[in-house]
């Protein structure tokens, strides 16, 4: 008796029709995301350049809920691949008490002869 | 001018600094010497030190050096100030926590530790000692690490013996001791290591004569069993303190109270911790949380 035929070649079938969905979905996006890209790109490197804010001296920390803004201000536009990741900025506050003296995450060091920190 | 002279010794970063005209003091090159003999007393990672062999004698009583009867003297002191959170008791606790070499040499990731279990530290009270014959008895069981006394009590007695030839500052890995201002009564500025940007000071102090330590769980810390260690003990819990603060430092009139203070501030957490900085007048400071809020307290801003 001959042998059922096996589903191999309707797995084989599937794979190509994923991939050829992968290859034009990475087509199209990239034929109508490629012409804003250096756009988007300038508009980066503008932001980039602008001077940080100043952390602002707090006597407490204080959590206050903001109203949702009536316009949007998410990004419009092609999502772009590639680039430079979101990256968390870590800033010293300065907490009640003290007042004065150099603040936030600068070196501060040019005119001191050592530091202390944990041993 | 200021002469300095950079060391390592009692596993950390050392830096002597002189002030002088003349040219480069005779007397700082015995420095790394003087480190090196009160490692070899103090130290609880050399076989051979005197602290070791006293850790294994138990319930007799044991002659020992000046060195060691000293730094054991600022111990009991750092105790009572601190009502018993900083004492050297805490030898076994460490190793509990995977602390058991130099830090050098400490394998960050530790898998294979049989952990049996975490004790409240001993009390110095259980410790018998005689000042006349200069003796410690140890019980059975307790054993004594003296860590960041030891640092300090080095750094105080490095500018004690300096300020005869000029004003100086001794930095022991983070604490430092100062015999007095400037030659032109300005004070010394230090920064304060931030602790979350390698190698940046957040802050800078200027001090006068003093002492000046900082405490912290940001650099000497590992993973047991995947649990995370770092090496200032609770005795009360017998393990790591569990704190919301990231690094202490404190300002007192010497380092070895600076430390025990920030060391104790550190494991009681910010807000005891800054309630008892301004409930003693000779103490300032400033904490930094594991959240990067810093915390002054109100006499810091005489140094700033």
């Known amino acids: 008796m001959a042998n059922k035929p096996t589903s191999r070649n309707w797995n084989d079938i599937q794979l190509v029709i994923a991939t050829a969905c992968m290859a034009f979905t990475l087509a199209f996006w990239n034929i109508f995301a490629g012409p804003d890209r250096e756009a988007a790109l300038k508009h980066a490197q503008e932001q980039a350049a602008l001077p940080p804010a100043q952390p602002s001296q707090i006597t407490a920390p204080v959590i206050e809920a903001q109203p949702v803004p009536q316009n949007s201000t998410l990004p419009t536009g092609p999502i772009l691949l590639g680039g430079n990741a979101p990256q968390t900025q870590i800033i010293v506050q300065v907490g009640g008490g003290g007042g004065g003296g150099n603040t936030g995450g600068g070196n501060t060091g040019s005119t001191t002869v050592t530091s202390t920190s944990s041993s | ?304």
């Not at chain 2, 430092?249 to 807000?271: D, F, H, Q, R, Y």
Request: proline share 5%; hydrophobic share 40%.
């Open chain 2, 1 to 304: 001018m200021l002469h300095r002279l950079p060391f390592r010794a009692m596993g950390g970063e050392m830096l002597a600094i002189m002030e002088q005209d003349a040219e480069f003091p005779s007397i700082m090159d015995k420095i790394p010497g003087w480190f090196e003999g009160w490692e070899q007393t103090l130290s609880r990672f050399r076989p051979a030190s005197e602290l070791s062999l006293l850790n294994q004698t138990f319930d007799q009583p044991v002659e020992v050096s000046d060195t060691l009867w000293d730094v054991f003297q600022y111990a009991l002191s750092a105790e009572t100030i601190t009502h018993g959170l900083v004492t050297p008791t805490v030898f076994d606790a460490m190793l509990e926590a995977g602390y058991n070499q130099s830090f050098d040499n400490l394998p960050r990731y530790q898998y294979e530790n049989e952990i049996s279990g975490f004790a409240p530290a001993n009390p110095l009270s259980m410790i018998i000692w005689d000042e006349k014959s200069q003796t410690i008895c140890l019980p059975q069981g307790v054993r004594l690490d003296f860590g960041g006394v030891a640092k300090g009590w080095a750094a105080h007695q490095t500018v004690e013996r300096l300020k005869a030839y000029g004003s100086a500052l001794m930095n022991a890995a983070g604490d430092i001791a100062i015999s007095d201002s400037l030659a032109n009564r300005e004070p010394w500025q230090i920064g304060i290591r931030n602790p979350f940007i390698k190698d940046t000071d957040f802050e800078t102090l200027k001090l006068h004569r003093c002492g000046v330590a900082t405490s912290g769980r940001d650099r000497r810390h590992w993973s047991q069993n995947g649990l995370a260690r770092h090496h200032i003990i609770n005795p009360y819990t017998g393990q790591p303190a569990e704190t919301n603060v990231m690094t202490v430092t404190i300002i007192a009139p010497t380092v070895m109270e600076a430390e025990a203070a920030a060391k104790a501030v550190l494991i009681v957490g910010s807000e005891e911790g800054l309630k008892w900085i301004e409930s003693d007048p000779v103490l300032a400071g400033i904490i930094i949380l594991e959240n990067g809020l810093t915390i002054y307290s109100q006499r810091i801003h005489k140094y700033l």
